[in-house]
C-alpha cells in the first residue's frame, strides 16, 4: 500500500494493522483522513481502500477480479496469496493516491 501511495502518512504499523492516512487535515473531523488500512486477521487479510467511499470513478476502477473479493465499499478480502490480484490492487490504491485533489474536494478539506 506505501509503495502504490508513497506521500500519505504511516499512522499504525503493527504485526496486524497497517494504517495510511492523508497528509492533509479533513474539514469534518479535523483530523488526517483516512487513505486505508490493511488488516491480519484470523483466515484472511482485510486491504481498505477508503477513497472508493467517496469516489465515483475510482468505483468504476475496479476490476472484475477485485470485484469478486470485495466485501463492502471498500474492503477487499484475501485467503491466499495472489500475486495477480496483488497487482490489481496495487494499481486501484495507486489510481486512488493519484486522484487525491478529487478526494479532497470529495471529503471537504
Known sequence: MLEAAPD??????????????TPWIEA????PAWFGW??????YVA?????LYVLAALNDAVPPSLEKRRQ???CFNFKKA????FEDLRAL?????QMEPDL??????
Open 104 to 109: 479532497r474536494t470529495a471529503i471537504g478539506t
Open 47 to 51: 486491504y481498505h481502500v477508503m477513497p
Open 8 to 21: 500519505m502518512v504511516v499512522a499504525d504499523d503493527t504485526p496486524t494493522n497497517f494504517t495510511l492516512k
Open 93 to 97: 490504491t495507486k489510481l486512488a493516491a
Open 28 to 31: 469534518r473531523t479535523k483530523q
Open 72 to 74: 463492502g465499499k471498500t
Open 38 to 43: 490493511i488488516a491480519i486477521k484470523k483466515s
Open 82 to 85: 495472489d500475486p495477480a490480484l
